[in-house]
């Protein structure tokens, strides 16, 4: 596939880790906001690390992640041939063990990330390094992500009610005993909707997390989830404490909306009939004067708007974390 595997993805977060950014791992479910973030990544010149949960892929599957996977494999592969930038796909938050096989069977993710972060500390590891085993069983170009500490909020499926913050000793360990290639830690950021001055965050935890690790010659890639409370000097901040991937979902689904609805908002009166019109969709308003424009309702003018304000949203994402100009792909 044109988009690319685990060992150039490496490559990037080596790179990152080395420079101080990361890069904004950024949640889809269909097509609109696949492109606008291609889009917006090649504006300035970032590397693209895409995601799926497994919610998103049942529903770009009409109930059936496995065909959601394939198609929006396949829709990525296709698209990413358009543009000089390297474009990864991560799987997010994985926890069904027969989806990750299929996964690692096909080899259509960049990386997986599997979350047992509900779990003990001993199973979490035994199921993290059981995605591990696989992989290498498989000998897949595939990364893994795990992670240790509990993330308050909900995604996807997955709701926690607290947070618990992650223990760099425990950090150490569970590495050492998994082999993930990436760990997502817990430092006070929640899934969902957040205002960055309300979370109960813990910056110098990331650093502590990342120079024990180092210390122990661990030097891998710290993933933040829950970001989008997150205010921009927050966000810049925790790219020089060791951060190399932060996760975007709940910005862009807000925008996807908001985009929608204000452009429906702003011509509402070509889309709606006034007062005093019957509503005859049924008929599409034969017996009226009144008819609506397709100039507003065609879905083609809805999507493009949501592209291009997708396109600018990462492309500002991109700046913040620092992986703009930084792309190691071009084709």
């Known amino acids: 596939m044109p988009f690319y595997g685990g060992s150039e993805l490496s490559q990037v977060y080596d790179k990152a880790l080395e420079e101080d950014f990361g890069l904004v791992a950024s949640n889809i479910a269909e097509a609109d906001v696949m492109m606008g973030l291609m889009e917006g990544a090649s504006q300035v010149n970032s590397d693209l690390l895409i995601q ?45 063990m027969d989806f990750i096989d299929m996964q690692i069977e096909t080899e259509i993710p960049s990386s997986i990330m ?14 993290s390094k059981a995605v591990v085993d696989k992989i290498d ?37 569970f590495v050492e005993r998994t082999g993930c290639d990436l760990l997502a830690i817990s430092v ?7 205002k960055g001055k309300d979370l109960e965050l813990k910056p110098d935890l990331a650093s502590e997390i990342s120079q024990t690790l180092a210390d122990h010659g ?11 409370g997150l205010q ?14 932060m996760n975007k979902d709940t910005r862009y689904q807000y925008e996807y909306t908001r985009t929608l609805f204000d452009h429906y908002l702003d ?10 019109v019957e509503d005859q969709k049924d008929t599409f308003y034969n017996d009226v004067d009144w008819s609506p424009n397709k100039d507003h309702f065609d ?22 974390s620092g992986s703009a100009g930084n792309s190691m792909f071009p084709k």
């Open 188 to 194: 006070g950021t929640q899934h969902g909707v957040a």
């Open 299 to 320: 879905p083609r003018v809805g999507g493009r708007l949501v592209r291009e304000r997708i396109a600018d949203v990462h492309a500002g994402l991109a700046e913040l």
């Open 218 to 228: 661990l030097e891998i890639p710290l993933v933040l989830h829950g970001s989008s």
């Open 137 to 173: 069983e498989a000998d897949a170009d595939i990364l893994v992500e795990a992670e240790l500490g509990r993330i308050k909020g909900v995604e996807d499926e997955i709701v926690a009610e607290e947070a618990f913050y992650t223990d760099p000793e425990d950090a150490v360990e």
């Open 52 to 96: 799926m949960s497994a919610g998103a892929c049942s529903f770009a599957g009409n109930g059936d992640p496995e065909a959601g996977l394939r198609a929006m494999g396949n829709y990525i592969d296709v698209i990413a041939e358009q543009y000089d930038i390297g474009v990864f796909l991560n799987m997010d938050h994985q926890t069904d």
């Open 267 to 276: 011509h509402k009166d070509e889309l709606v009939p006034p007062e005093g």
């Open 232 to 245: 921009p000097p927050q966000v810049e901040d925790f790219m020089h404490r060791g951060i190399c991937k």
């Open 114 to 127: 599997i979350d047992a972060s509900h779990e003990d500390f001993e199973e979490n590891i035994r199921q």
